[in-house]
């Protein structure tokens, strides 16, 4: 617990609870980078599992450093946004929940790349899969993807109220 209260306690975290704009700013930057990765993550999962299949994979795979980009911004944010609060996030159930999703998402995020995309990159030289193929397994993947995500977003949201309630009801 002393790191947590170290954390906090750093001047970049007083900045952050203190200042007008540190966290309002810090707070846009993780909405925008939750557009980008969930945002491409559901487009994909969702034409994973049959949905708008006139648009092709290999259209979507441009857009995938889009996902990667947001998740990087995410989690530059995230720490910033969990140093301010550290002390109180860091037993926070909805908080730990959300941190375990977005782990998780970001797994199941490549493993369903991964699963589309096969060896075909590594075997044409440039990065850039040849052939994308739809399996059971990658429909399965696009399924967990979707609960995951939309538990990240969910349990995100409800951090904020469960912090409120404890410190209401002398806990926190």
Known sequence: MDFVAWLQALPLSEWVQTSDYGFPLLLAAHSI?????VGMMVVLDLRVLGLA????IAALSRLMPV?????AINALSGILLFMANATRLVTNWAFILKMSAVVLGGIVSWLLWRSLTGHAAAANGRGEPATFTITRNARIIAVISLLVWFGAIL??????????????HGGG
């Open 67 to 71: 996902a990667w980009w947001g998740f």
């Open 33 to 37: 980078g939750l557009a980008g990765v």
């Open 53 to 56: 299949e006139g648009i092709p």
């Open 155 to 168: 349990f995100g949201r409800v951090i904020a109220y469960v912090m409120d309630h404890a410190i209401l």
